[in-house]
T-cell receptor, first 114, second 117 residues
Framework: KAGVTQTPRYLIKTRGQQVTLSCSPISGHRSVSWYQQTPGQGLQFLFEYFSETQRNKGNFPGRFSGRQFSNSRSEMNVSTLELGDSALYLC?????????????FGPGTRLTVL | AQTVTQSQPEMSVQEAETVTLSCTYDTSESDYYLFWYKQPPSRQMILVIRQEAYKQQNATENRFSVNFQKAAKSFSLKISDSQLGDAAMYFCAYRIILTGGGNKLTFGTGTQLKVEL
């Protein structure tokens, strides 16, 4: 079974631009969560999508948005990029039902904002 | 708000020895899930072990086991017979059980584990 895939793996943008990151979950998984990892703030939850609906949201500004498609693939968009948005962005997928519901992480997208 | 604290930024262990990584958390919930994740230099997060708070029995996965003390809100990870491949950043994580379901993990700051020959 293929794991979680994220594209692109590396991205360089300049301040003020916008960026879209993609995450393809494991087949059969309906939940996709996004996390931001930085040296200063650590791992922080951005949002979770389940069956094309945002189910949970972290404390990030509105510049960070996402969506999920009918095939469970998810995209995350960051508009008006700031230097502080430089980070490793991880997505994780799970079946999304009840119970402990293990999350499987992708390899991440490394975003550098210049 | 829930918080997760890992007080050991770095730990070292000799190969084949045992090491324990500490984690405490703060929550007012009575039921939740706890996890330990490993992040090697490749940055791929890998689930090491998980624990449901309602289960008193400590979880075990091969060389990895936890000491879950619910009253003390403590969730330490013990790695036995340490191997070079265990060298990584280890994150403790908490997940609240939400009425509508959901996968919102709160992570600690991590412990960098070094394994020495």
């Amino acid at each position: 079974k293929a794991g979680v895939t994220q594209t692109p793996r590396y991205l360089i943008k300049t301040r003020g631009q916008q960026v879209t990151l993609s995450c393809s979950p494991i087949s059969g998984h309906r939940s996709v969560s996004w996390y931001q990892q930085t040296p200063g703030q650590g791992l922080q939850f951005l949002f979770e999508y389940f069956s094309e609906t945002q189910r949970n949201k972290g404390n990030f500004p509105g510049r960070f948005s996402g969506r999920q498609f009918s095939n469970s693939r998810s995209e995350m968009n960051v508009s008006t990029l700031e230097l502080g948005d430089s980070a490793l962005y991880l997505c994780a997928s799970s079946r999304g039902g009840g119970g402990i519901n293990e999350q499987f992480f992708g390899p991440g997208t490394r975003l550098t904002v210049l | 708000a829930q918080t997760v604290t890992q007080s050991q930024p770095e730990m070292s262990v000799q190969e084949a020895e045992t090491v324990t990584l500490s984690c405490t958390y703060d929550t007012s919930e009575s039921d939740y899930y706890l996890f330990w994740y490993k992040q090697p230099p490749s940055r791929q997060m890998i689930l090491v072990i998980r624990q449901e708070a309602y289960k008193q029995q400590n979880a075990t996965e091969n060389r990895f086991s936890v000491n879950f003390q619910k009253a003390a809100k403590s969730f330490s990870l013990k790695i036995s017979d340490s191997q070079l491949g265990d060298a990584a950043m280890y994150f403790c994580a908490y997940r609240i059980i939400l009425t509508g379901g959901g996968n919102k993990l709160t992570f600690g700051t991590g412990t960098q584990l070094k394994v020495e020959l």
